[in-house]
């Protein structure tokens, strides 16, 4: 199974940019999958995440109202459209997927309930 990231950039503060994530190698399209970031000194963050048919989604607190988490389980493509970035929003940006389609609705924000990640995209909000 992989997971490639795309659409990370260097942005202005206020800009747009929208991450895609493409899953091959067998992967269910229908898998619980999510957003997480890394930004400088930082750990490993939550960042969004959706349910196997889009029904559920979720925020962290720090995105909500400026990013949105979709899929499109026919091109088995996950996205992330961020509106208004911040110049806290600079991070490496990961992708991440389960095996299973069933949402955790008590620990979807949990790294270790992701059983495969992308290599990352780098996005840079400059202020």
């Known amino acids: 199974v992989q997971l490639q990231a795309s659409g990370g950039g260097l942005v202005q503060a206020g800009d747009s940019l929208r991450l895609s994530c493409t899953a091959s190698g067998g992967l269910l399209s229908t898998v619980v999958k999510a957003w997480f970031r890394r930004g400088p000194g930082k750990e490993r963050e939550f960042v969004a995440a959706?349910?196997?048919?889009?029904?559920?989604?979720d925020y962290a607190n720090s995105v909500k109202g400026r990013f949105t988490i979709s899929r499109d389980n026919t091109k088995n493509t996950l996205y992330l459209q961020m509106n208004a970035l911040k110049p806290e929003d600079t991070a490496v940006y990961y992708c991440a997927a389960r095996r299973t389609t069933v949402y955790d609705t008590t620990s979807y924000y949990t790294t270790g309930q992701y059983d495969h990640w992308g290599q990352g995209t780098l996005v840079t909000v400059s202020s």
């Open positions: 959706i349910s196997s048919k889009a029904g559920r989604t």
